[in-house]
């Protein structure tokens, strides 16, 4: 998914005139078909399938629309910093959610990205104070 959400934003900038839409729509569904035979998609009850879709078409789309079009309007950089703040902020909401135990890595590495973040905002803010 990595992969395709990088040539989406790819594509996104470097042909404005390209929806932006149309090109997350493009990597989500390459994405899924990348996927596909590493699992047994159709093995699977309806009540999870709903599940899945509802998944799908509200938190992955709207977030995957939504950073598209926020991704035009900033630096690569913070883009590529707010893409990385996925990975950490996955197991937090696990955690929020539904009290799963996060091991000691997964904090340490989750603890690195905020790290990295937190310090590119405050190069960036001390540069737009000056």
């Not at 999870?48 to 977030?63: E, I, M, Q, T």
């Not at 996925?86 to 603890?111: K, R």
């Amino acid at each position: 998914m990595t992969v395709a959400v990088a040539g989406m934003m790819v594509l996104a900038r470097r042909f404005g005139g390209v929806s932006a839409l149309a090109a997350a729509a493009l990597s989500a569904l390459l994405s899924g078909l990348a996927c596909w035979p590493l699992g047994h998609p159709l093995a699977i009850g309806g009540t999870d399938l709903l599940l899945l879709v509802s998944f799908g078409l509200v938190n992955s789309a709207a977030g995957l629309a939504l950073f598209t079009l926020g991704a035009r309007l900033l630096p690569p950089v913070e883009t590529a910093l707010i893409g990385a703040l996925d990975a950490p902020l996955a197991p937090l909401w696990v955690w929020l959610v539904f009290a799963e135990t996060l091991g000691s890595g997964t904090i340490a590495g989750g603890l690195v990205v905020f790290a990295a973040v937190g310090v590119h905002m405050a190069f960036a803010a001390r540069k737009a104070s000056a």
